[in-house]
């Protein structure tokens, strides 16, 4: 069976851990390896401050405090994403306001979001799907004229750029993830970008607990105690530890996964011309990650047979993201807008196998079967 995921391991990580744990003694958070992590990031791609977190929720539930998110304020979210992006809001009591797909892509439609703008919206959140940019200079330039935050989910987005920028480095702030899911993985893990200088000291103190630590340690208070509200968003040093070993090696393993990618795209190319399916489509502002690989079927019932076709043939492929506008936890919340272009990747969009471990035998045995399975069906 080829799976559809598998966590790589570089070969540093126990080491790195084992450092942390003997030679650093220190094992809870903010150490040398959480420090080491915070400037790769800084250092190469610009970002102005960078925290470790727990999750990429814990970094969206960061925001969503900074943003200082009360009861009733609106939130524009795609529909077609992950729970976290809306739920970290949801907690502050923020009402989600949800938008469309594209149609040519799972990401929001940025043309579209202006209208969805009134006077309680705060904060819209690009998620850029499958590490593909949203058209950022028109997000912003809306933000800017309503006086919003822009908060980017850039889980799935590390080393992806938008006209040369860095995602995560252009909205207010921005989230991470580094779950064992994403190209460079931690287990359970996360980080917070904060762009706008204006938000750095909270941040800080919203990380440890509600109190000014950070500035006490560096000399900036002369004692340190409760100033705001916040949790244990800080990952341990273990988590630190082991997400270096895997920055380390962050340039192999885009190009590992970059070559998988281009050749999925070469062998499907041909069915996707005879319009047997949608290939994914990288707008060109946008840059590819190759965080994921997906086709766009022509139905749920076609989308259904090819995920059973390839199960049978040893190959694991499934589905992504149920709307959230009609979750069962948001459906009688949501304003009853249809999104149509959501729904339609609910229904069609298909991932397949995609991990460093993926050899490309394995992609030419899949695209085989895809190809058998659309001798049928197109
Ligand atoms: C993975 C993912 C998240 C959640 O990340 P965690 O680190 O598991 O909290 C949020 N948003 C998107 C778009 C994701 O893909």
């Keep these: 069976m080829i799976d559809f995921n598998r966590p790589h391991f570089t070969g540093n990580e126990l080491k790195y851990i084992q450092e942390a744990v003997l030679q650093e003694k220190h094992i809870s958070g903010n150490g040398?390896?959480?420090?080491?992590?915070?400037?790769?990031?800084?250092?190469?791609?610009?970002?102005?401050?960078?925290?470790?977190?727990?999750?990429?929720?814990?970094?969206?539930?960061m925001c969503a405090m900074l943003c200082n998110i009360q009861p009733g304020d609106e939130v524009i979210v795609p529909s077609y994403t992950f729970v976290s992006s809306a739920l970290a809001f949801v907690r502050q009591g923020a009402k989600i306001v949800f938008a469309d797909s594209r149609a040519s892509n799972p990401n929001l439609d940025a043309d579209e979001i202006e209208e969805l703008v009134t006077p309680r919206t705060k904060v819209i959140v690009p998620v850029h799907y499958a590490?593909?940019?949203?058209?950022?200079?028109?997000?912003?330039?809306?933000?800017?004229?309503?006086?919003?935050?822009?908060?980017?989910?850039?889980?799935?987005?590390?080393?992806?750029?938008?006209?040369?920028?860095?995602?995560?480095?252009?909205?207010?702030?921005?989230?991470?993830?580094?779950?064992?899911?994403?190209?460079?993985?931690?287990?359970?893990?996360?980080?917070?970008?904060?762009?706008d200088e204006k938000f750095i000291r909270r941040a800080e103190i919203l990380w440890e607990k509600g109190t000014n630590?950070?500035?006490?340690?560096?000399?900036?208070?002369?004692?340190?105690?409760?100033?705001?509200?916040?949790?244990?968003?800080?990952?341990?040093?273990?988590t630190a530890a082991f997400l270096w070993a895997q920055l380390e090696a962050l340039e192999g393993i885009q190009a590992k996964r970059k070559r998988l990618w281009n050749k999925y795209y070469e062998l499907l190319k041909p069915l996707a011309d005879r319009v047997c399916f949608k290939l994914p489509d990288i707008p060109e502002y946008a840059t590819n990650n190759a965080h994921m690989f997906y086709l766009v079927c022509k139905s749920l019932e076609e989308r259904s047979t090819l995920i059973k076709h390839l199960r049978e043939n040893d190959v694991q492929?499934?589905?992504?993201?149920?709307?959230?506008?009609?979750?069962?936890?948001?459906?009688?919340?949501?304003?009853?807008?249809?999104?149509?272009?959501?729904?339609?990747?609910?229904?069609?969009?298909?991932r397949l196998p995609m991990y460093y471990d993926l050899v490309e035998e394995q992609v030419e045995q899949i695209c085989?079967?895809?190809?058998?399975?659309?001798?049928?069906?197109c």
């Excluded at 790769?40 to 470790?52: A, I, M, T």
């Excluded at 058209?135 to 933000?143: G, H, L, T």
């Excluded at 085989?368 to 069906?377: L, S």
Aim: hydrophobic fraction near 35%; proline fraction near 3%.
């Design 32 to 61: 040398v390896f959480t420090k080491r992590c915070q400037s790769f990031f800084e250092q190469r791609y610009g970002f102005k401050k960078c925290l470790l977190t727990t999750s990429c929720t814990d970094a969206l539930e």
């Design 368 to 377: 085989k079967q895809i190809m058998e399975f659309y001798k049928v069906y």
């Design 317 to 350: 492929a499934v589905f992504h993201y149920l709307s959230l506008h009609s979750s069962p936890y948001y459906q009688d919340k949501h304003d009853g807008r249809p999104l149509p272009s959501c729904d339609r990747y609910a229904d069609c969009l298909v």
């Design 131 to 195: 590490g593909v940019a949203c058209n950022m200079d028109r997000i912003m330039e809306i933000a800017e004229r309503h006086h919003l935050f822009v908060v980017e989910d850039a889980a799935q987005a590390i080393d992806s750029f938008y006209k040369g920028r860095p995602l995560g480095g252009i909205g207010h702030l921005a989230a991470f993830s580094f779950h064992e899911t994403k190209n460079i993985i931690s287990g359970e893990g996360g980080m917070l970008v904060v762009n």
């Design 213 to 238: 630590r950070a500035e006490f340690f560096r000399g900036e208070v002369n004692k340190y105690g409760w100033v705001d509200v916040g949790s244990s968003f800080l990952p341990s040093e273990m």
